[in-house]
Every structure is written in structure tokens, then in C-alpha cells.
């Protein structure tokens, strides 16, 4: 009698279900509600957190509203530049980097959703999950160089030529959790890739 799989079909349709809502939520709420925001259609991102030079009164309040453009710049370290009715270009700017973000989630969780299929047939280690993983680990890369510059380059934008620029210095933080993750998740690409290759050649000597 041969042994139970660890993997039941019941399993893989369970974490295909999973990723499937996972894309429908990450594309609902982070593609098209902003997307249509930018276009006019429905109230728009009109906020960006900033990195503020701005000096308090009193440390930790709202300080006296930094004005000029139809834009406000509140807050302390970290402050909120508002705009009161932003333009067209406004809008796309203050929507891009979460647009941007949520496409390349989005890229990923399908890829992960394909590579979940292949559990189906009770097997993972097939080579197109070596290349999925592969795009996979790129995705995540660019996503850790994109979160930080994105804003920072989209805010440098916004502010140019107005009173709020000299409040708001050009500021992107890199953290290296994100590229240590995409390289791992590279390395195991190759892993799969080699051992797919390696599977196939023994099974070629049989």
C-alpha cells in the first residue's frame, strides 16, 4: 500500500482560492480604486507623508501649515502634504508608487498562483517553476529599490517650484530585508533549476 501524499487536492484548490483573493484584493484596492482616483472618477489620493525640515512648536503637534500652490505641509519629522484640489498630473503622481506596487504584487502572486497549479499534479519540481521563481525573486527586487525612490522621486516632483520644496529635502530609506529576501528567493530558483536539470538527466540514464 503506498504511502499518503502530504498534498491533497483539496490542498492545492484551497491555496490557489487563497492566492486568487489575494490578486483580486491587491488589484481591487491598490490598481484600479487608485487608477480610477487619478483619472477623476472617484475622490483621489490627495496626502503624501513626507520628511519634513519644518520646525514645531511644540515637538510631537501640528505645526503652523506651510502654504503655497493649493498644497499644505503638516507635521513634525514626519508630516502630511496635502493638497486641496490636485490636477491631473497631481493625482498620477500621488498614485504611481502604490500603482507600481501593487502591479509588481500583483505579477507575483499570479506567478505564485501558477506555480500552486502545479501541485496538482503532485510535483513542484518541474522547470517552469524554476524560471516563475526566478521572475519571482526579480519582482521582489525591483519592489525593494521602487517603494523607497518611487515617493521620493513622485514628492521631488510635486513640491518643485513651490514654497513646500524648501521643507521637503529629497528622501528614500532603503532596507535590506526586502533584497535579502530577493535573493534567497533567486538562489532557490536556481536550486530548482538544478536540480529539475538534474532529475531530468538521471532519469535520461534509466
Known amino acids: 500500500m503506498g504511502a499518503k501524499s502530504w498534498w491533497s487536492q483539496t490542498d492545492s484548490r484551497l491555496l490557489e482560492a487563497a492566492l486568487g483573493l489575494a490578486a483580486v484584493l491587491v488589484g481591487v484596492f491598490g490598481v484600479l480604486l ?3 482616483g487619478a483619472a477623476g472618477l472617484m475622490d483621489p ?3 503624501r507623508e513626507v520628511e519634513a525640515e519644518t ?3 511644540v515637538p510631537g503637534t501640528v505645526t503652523d501649515a506651510v502654504t503655497g500652490h493649493g498644497m499644505t505641509l503638516t507635521g513634525t519629522h514626519r508630516a502630511d502634504l496635502v493638497f486641496a484640489d490636485p490636477d491631473l498630473g497631481q493625482r498620477l503622481l500621488l498614485a504611481l508608487p502604490e500603482i507600481v506596487g501593487s502591479l509588481l504584487l500583483l505579477l507575483i502572486l499570479a506567478l505564485l498562483f501558477k506555480m500552486a497549479r502545479t501541485l496538482r499534479g503532485g510535483d513542484v ?3 517552469v517553476n ?3 521563481l ?3 525573486g526579480l519582482a521582489v ?3 525593494a ?7 521620493a522621486l513622485t514628492t521631488e516632483v510635486l513640491v518643485s517650484g513651490t514654497p513646500v520644496a524648501e521643507q521637503v529635502p529629497f528622501s528614500a530609506t532603503f532596507t535590506g530585508e526586502y533584497v535579502l529576501l530577493a535573493f534567497l528567493i533567486l538562489a532557490l530558483g536556481e536550486v530548482f533549476r538544478r536540480g529539475t536539470k538534474l532529475r531530468a538527466d538521471t532519469e535520461g540514464l534509466v
Open 145 to 151: 529599490l521602487l517603494t523607497p525612490v518611487l515617493p
Open 45 to 47: 489620493m490627495d496626502t
Open 141 to 143: 527586487l525591483a519592489q
Open 125 to 127: 519540481f518541474v522547470p
Open 34 to 36: 487608485p487608477a480610477l
Open 134 to 136: 526566478s521572475v519571482i
Open 130 to 132: 524554476a524560471r516563475r
Open 55 to 57: 520646525a514645531t512648536r
